[in-house]
Nanobody, 122 residues
Framework: QVQLAESGGGSVQSGGSLRLSCAASTATYSDCMAWFRRAPGKEREGVATIDRDDRSSYADSVKGRFTISQDNAKNTLYLQMNNLEPEDTAMYYC?????????????????WGQGTQVTVSS
């Protein structure tokens, strides 16, 4: 079982930036990796995915502002978040799962981190 640990959350003002990191206990280069978030009172939603070939996909709400990346040598997943908006306030989770074909938000993510809180004030 892969253990995932997020870090990098915090409080920023609207328009600010944060970089989230997710350290994996073992190599995950063959997996789908993703960031999800859950805002208070809302369902969990997918933010970004990346596969073993560094192909990425994004939720429409974050396209052009967020960038997902991975450093396989460090077993670490990143999420660079720019031009943050109050609507981005949420607990952010990283997840990993086996890759079957392509990676998407509906892929089977069997490993989850504990989350890191991001709060954006206007």
């Amino acid at each position: 079982q892969v253990q995932l640990a997020e870090s990098g959350g915090g409080s920023v003002q609207s328009g600010g930036s944060l970089r989230l990191s997710c350290a994996a206990s073992t190599a995950t280069y063959s997996d789908c990796m993703a960031w999800f978030r859950r805002a208070p009172g809302k369902e969990r939603e997918g933010v970004a995915t990346i596969d073993r070939d560094d192909r990425s996909s994004y939720a429409d709400s974050v396209k052009g502002r967020f960038t997902i990346s991975q450093d396989n040598a460090k077993n670490t997943l990143y999420l660079q978040m720019n031009n943050l908006e109050p609507e981005d306030t949420a607990m952010y989770y990283c997840a990993s799962g086996p890759m079957y074909g392509t990676c998407s938000f509906s892929s089977w993510y069997k490993n989850w981190g504990q989350g890191t809180q991001v709060t954006v004030s206007s």
